[in-house]
């Protein structure tokens, strides 16, 4: 308990008093509320922005509970949902202030739009999780272009040579943090066909003779 407490003040001293801080527990608290809330003094001395995913995903009784003992510092989690019913119950019975949805897990952009709609008419901030290819982040920033209010984004800092592969184009940082969504017609990006093809294997699906699936020419 003290050992973080330490991290977190820790972490506040390292970034200063005017950058956001996130902090993101990563289910470890499971449904125990107790053991959630403990470390609430010092996520608020922390000025901390989020407390992220303290319970699992569909623990959203741990949620609802502990959001009404922390006015301050908001709640923030979904990118276990995979369909909009789940995003918008966390919403509803969870409190959370930020809804963190995964594009390509809830079923695409036409879903994570849909969440992305629910939310703002909650008040609770969409905010995109993404942490691995160019053209995921480009798919999952579609679903809240528009939305001003809702300015989060998560960007793959460090990712791995294949994901960097994928796409011909890229999104960059720019010099104040921010980033430009690619306005290009589908996601954006230029898929490298070449990186793709690396890793195609030839295959071919047969049911009672009738071949259903076989890999495609790139």
Known sequence: MQDDADHIHAAREGIGADAHLMIDAGTIFHEDVEAAAARLQALSEANVLWYEEPFDAAALASYGELAKRTPK?????????????????????????????????????????????????????????????????????????????SWITEYPMEPKSLCVELTVDKIEVESDGMITIPDRPGIGLEINLAAVKKYLVETEIKVGGKVLYTTPTV
């Open 73 to 149: 510092v908001k709640l923030a989690g979904g990118e276990g949902a995979h369909n909009p019913y789940q995003a918008e119950h966390l919403i509803d019975h969870g409190g959370v202030g930020f809804v963190q949805i995964d594009t390509g897990y809830i079923g695409g952009i036409g879903d994570a739009y849909r969440v992305a709609q629910y939310a703002k008419k909650r008040g609770v901030q969409f905010v995109n999780h993404t942490f691995t290819s160019h053209s995921a982040l480009s798919a999952s920033l579609q679903p809240f272009a528009g939305l001003k209010d």
